[in-house]
């Protein structure tokens, strides 16, 4: 009887290691920031960290590696069989097996991948903010925007796994480039990476007047500027959000259209940001679902767990995997 | 045991009702213009012809409508009990419990209804172009555009049923305004109503000058004209049908992202001129699906049975509910 199980959430920006026992409980946390060194050997940096963290979680455990299961939850299209085939936001790690990476390096057959969104979506399902709902879509706003799809109560994971890439929607043709290649993707509007760009974009506009005043020019405003001043109520500041929130109600109002889910779980490193955003998003929804009154209450709630959903998911998946 | 069913299809300009065997065989077939009156009884010009269209076929093949099962697919957002909620391209019905007034009006207790574009999607799934196929979309372009998703092998209907909106689904921020009473949906660049909509504006803005000079004057050119031209190698008629097909593949490869489908089935009133448009809409794929050479091919066929895909489909829900 295994009591626990390691899952680790790798971002674009930092990787997340949790014990998690069966009941949901984390027991301990390790996190490093995620390397994005390109190397010959690809996904060989990630590996190493990941490796270097697990042990590191291990050694204060009193655990061995080689026999807890461990899963490692990846952004961007996992195929079935583990292999990370597309990653914009981790390039050095695109096309590599890291279950096998991982396998090898910590001496384990118990290594297992999913994607991140997925195991995010796996652990409100059955721990948090979607216990008993069947349709729901999990929107992890991160770097980019990462999906977890659920209907009828199983996740949808399409032909090759590679279901709930919602970031790479396009919801404004022709729009801001984005890192996979196209244009107008939702996540260059919603997400970190798109609150980073349209922070700039607004200072150099002149958008954000105070801000460039305070920081002494447009190109020293980041993103968390605009967080802490709209939390203060600075009126430029809270235009932006705003502005934040309508896109990502856009994106959610898609979603809806397609999948009639009803209900969406907001998580993510950006889920401090998101409390500043979800209000309006919510407001917004009423004028971009189609036939929003003619359904029943659409909502929309922070994960219950934040940024630790992914990796708590990760470690259920790991369960799963192993029971 | 029952050997025939009956189904109707009511899209935004004609209805089509056929008498379908088990196996698939369309035994008659009447069809009739879709009434648009605005009456006070909501659905009632509607279900009149419905019933009329119902009880020729009736007359023809010696059969009793009260003991013929009999569905009825409608464009727009259904609910699981029937109720058609919202019908955008079918304002004089929307709100309608269609199901109760034919049944009343053909005395049956054996009259159920569905989402056209579901409708389509299990005719196609069971005797068509998605056989054997467990994870695709079908996509009807008609007046507007409908969807019926299938994920591994279920139909997938959302948590009132009303999944599969997908031209309602936004590609253009702000764009083109939709009936629906939004900005920038699918359905306005890439079915029907798209096609007379960038025709008009392409009329106007001097980007198909042979075919206003053979018409006399901007406004007298219309979507089939264009189409006409295409099919006869006309380069502006040619341009403007490879932009419809680069919409199309904008929003097919939205639905890739999110649902990793892999699979879609072209079908609806649209569909001839959609023979114009699919092979530009393939091509177009490759540069709009994220980590497009990451994946096996995504195919894009026509439906095997054009605009009689949804009344078949209906048949075969009438056979279902009644089995």
Chains 1, 2 share one sequence.
Not at 15 to 30: N, T
Not at 58 to 83: H, T
Not at 134 to 152: K, N
Request: glycine letters at 14%.
């Amino acid at each position: 009887m295994i009591d626990v199980a390691i899952g680790v959430d790798v971002g674009g920006t930092k990787a997340l290691a949790l014990v998690v026992a069966r009941d949901g409980r984390v027991l301990a946390e390790v996190q490093a920031p995620t390397p994005h060194l390109n190397s010959d050997n690809i996904g060989g940096p990630t590996a190493d960290v990941v490796t270097s963290i697990i042990n590191e979680l291990c050694s204060r455990q009193g655990l061995d590696s080689s026999e807890v299961p461990i899963c490692i939850g990846l952004p961007g299209m996992m195929r079935r069989d583990g292999r990370l085939v597309y990653a914009p936001n981790l390039r050095s790690a695109s096309g590599a097996d890291l279950g096998a990476l991982l396998g090898a390096s910590l001496s384990s057959a118990m290594v297992f991948c999913e994607n991140d969104a997925n195991c995010a979506a796996l652990c409100e399902h059955e721990w948090g903010a979607a216990r008993g709902i069947d349709d729901f879509v999990m929107v992890t706003l991160g770097t980019g925007i990462g999906g977890g799809v659920v209907a009828d109560g199983r996740l949808v994971r399409g032909r090759s796994g590679f279901a709930g890439e919602i970031g790479h929607m396009v919801v404004e043709a022709r729009g801001a480039a984005c890192h996979c290649g196209a244009h107008g993707c939702w996540e260059r509007y919603a997400s970190g990476g798109g609150l980073n760009r349209m922070t700039r974009e607004a200072a150099i506009e002149g958008r954000l007047p105070t801000l460039v005043a305070q920081r002494g020019n447009a190109a020293a405003v980041r993103a968390e500027d605009v967080t802490e001043a709209a939390a203060q109520d600075l009126d430029e500041a809270v235009v932006l959000m705003k502005e934040i929130g309508w896109w990502l109600a856009l994106g959610l109002a898609n979603l809806t259209a397609i999948l009639d889910c009803g209900h969406f779980v907001i998580g993510g490193g950006l889920s401090r940001a998101s409390d500043l955003v979800l209000p309006s998003a919510r407001e917004y929804l009423a004028d971009l679902v189609e036939g929003y009154s003619a359904r029943p209450a659409i909502t929309v709630t922070s994960s219950l767990f934040g940024p630790r959903s992914g990796a708590m998911g990760a470690a259920l998946v790991a369960f799963e995997r192993t029971s």
